[in-house]
């Protein structure tokens, strides 16, 4: 995400490097750059242009602190200009409703359908909502089959009419259907088409009418580019919708939706996509983006994913078996799943500060886990349970299990090993004083 802008930007701000000063020249050079990067990154010529010229207008106007070099002060410029640009701060759905509603709208292939679930998973497991998913897209084959699938997977209700066409008769038997169950959200999941047509619009602006729902998104696939912005800006016009969503930012995506759609449409971009889990849903923070953008990470999105997965009886529980060094393969494997729910590793390791651009050019699997879960799978249970049991035969008969060669098996022992020693001393401090410190500062930021 981001990896070639990111990059280039880079470059751009070395220019002003051993620069004794902010000059009209050496910013004119860097800035010439800095357009040039967002422009091979598929931004608006326009918003490019504009974004530019307010950076040269901020440098100029600064005095250059003594502490403070050129290149850190362009850097904190372009900074929250970035985030300035991408809305300057995260914008929340509006639920007002009784029940609240939400209309999905966008194209055929953007990732509508699949977003209503992560949707409606995110607002039952972090907001405590009882969400309905609405199947109108009566055109596409299967569309209806697809949300309850998606419904099923996150275990979500889904309302459907087979037999009945009109989109606006379907989505008010839903409203109903959601009040008569308690459910206090409704997600209505409309159709998609492969371009703009009239008749789509004149469908979804006569539902919108209709339901008069508290938010209406529109979702657009982020690798599509400038396509993404203009087709944004053609649903706007008509539909005058309240935020936007951008799917598939894992993928080679190359920024410019995101960095462009905000200004063409004046509408912010509310969530992004992040995978194809359930789960691989995020608020979008401009701040934060802008931290990502130019290599900074983003610690504070690493540390809410971590809360997430964060179980406080599970917690208590290995604390206690830390302490009396009984940590074991089966509470390896459970913290091993905890990491694999967070998200893609990559994505993970690349919120890490200065981490980035050291893993750009790498290919990090996402089942680098799979070779270490094999053997301890290929353990028995009470193996498991006794690490220390685990002799040379029983190690040559794990690998054999595991599919693995035995240096694989030796390796993961001795890592296993130098952690719980690891784990023990940590938690032995006087009183275990260090663990305590740690369960306190998880329990203020859990508040």
Do not use: W
Request: glycine residues 6%; positive net charge.
């Amino acid at each position: 995400m981001f990896e070639n802008l990111s990059e280039r930007l880079e470059r751009s701000f070395k220019i002003l490097k051993g620069e004794g000063k902010i000059t009209e020249i050496n910013v004119a050079e860097t800035l010439k750059d800095v357009r040039r990067a967002l422009l091979d990154a598929d931004v608006n010529y326009k918003v490019a242009k504009t974004f530019t010229d307010t950076v040269k207008q901020k440098a100029m106007g600064m005095n250059v602190l003594t502490a403070i070099k050129p290149s850190q002060l362009m850097v904190k410029i372009v900074h929250d200009e970035l985030a300035e640009l991408m809305g300057g701060k995260a914008s929340e759905l509006k639920l007002d409703g009784k029940p609240s509603i939400i209309l999905m709208s966008g194209l055929q292939g953007s990732g509508k359908t699949t977003f209503s679930g992560k949707l409606a998973n995110m607002l039952k497991t972090r907001n405590h909502k009882k969400p309905m998913l609405v199947a109108c897209d009566v055109y596409r084959p299967a569309a209806i089959e697809q949300l309850k699938v998606v419904g099923q997977t996150v275990d979500v209700p889904v309302y459907s009419e087979l037999d009945n066409k009109n989109v606006v008769e379907i989505a008010n038997h839903a409203i109903a259907e959601a009040k008569a169950n308690g459910c206090n959200v409704v997600i209505v999941d409309t159709a998609g088409r492969l371009a703009v047509d009239e008749e789509m619009m004149q469908e979804i602006a006569s539902l919108k009418k209709a339901i008069t729902p508290d938010e209406t998104l529109f979702v657009v696939d982020s690798m599509t580019g400038q396509d993404a912005v203009n087709t944004a800006k053609e649903f706007n016009d008509r539909l005058d919708f309240d935020g936007v969503v951008l799917t598939k930012l894992d993928g080679d995506t190359r920024g410019g939706a995101a960095l462009s759609i905000r200004t063409v449409v004046t509408k912010p971009i509310k969530f992004i996509g992040t995978g194809e889990k359930m789960d691989a849903i995020d608020v979008f923070h401009p701040e934060r983006m802008a931290d990502r953008i130019l290599g900074m990470g983003d610690v504070v999105s690493l540390v809410e994913r971590a809360q997430m997965q964060y179980d406080e009886e599970e917690a208590k529980r290995l604390e206690k078996k830390i302490r009396k060094n009984k940590f074991d393969f089966d509470d390896f494997m459970s913290q091993i799943q905890q990491i694999k729910k967070m998200g893609n590793i990559k994505d993970l390791a690349s919120m890490i500060p200065g981490v980035g651009k050291q893993i750009k050019d790498l290919d990090i699997d996402d089942n680098a886990f799979k070779s270490i879960e094999a053997i301890i799978q290929s353990m028995t249970p009470k193996e498991r349970a006794n690490p220390d049991i685990i002799n040379q035969s029983r190690r040559l008969r794990i690998a054999k299990g595991s599919g693995t060669k035995i240096d694989e098996v030796n390796r993961l022992m001795k890592q296993f090993d130098q952690m719980r020693k690891m784990m023990k001393l940590v938690a032995g401090g006087p009183n275990g004083k260090i663990m305590q410190m740690a369960n306190a500062m998880r329990g203020r930021m859990r508040k």
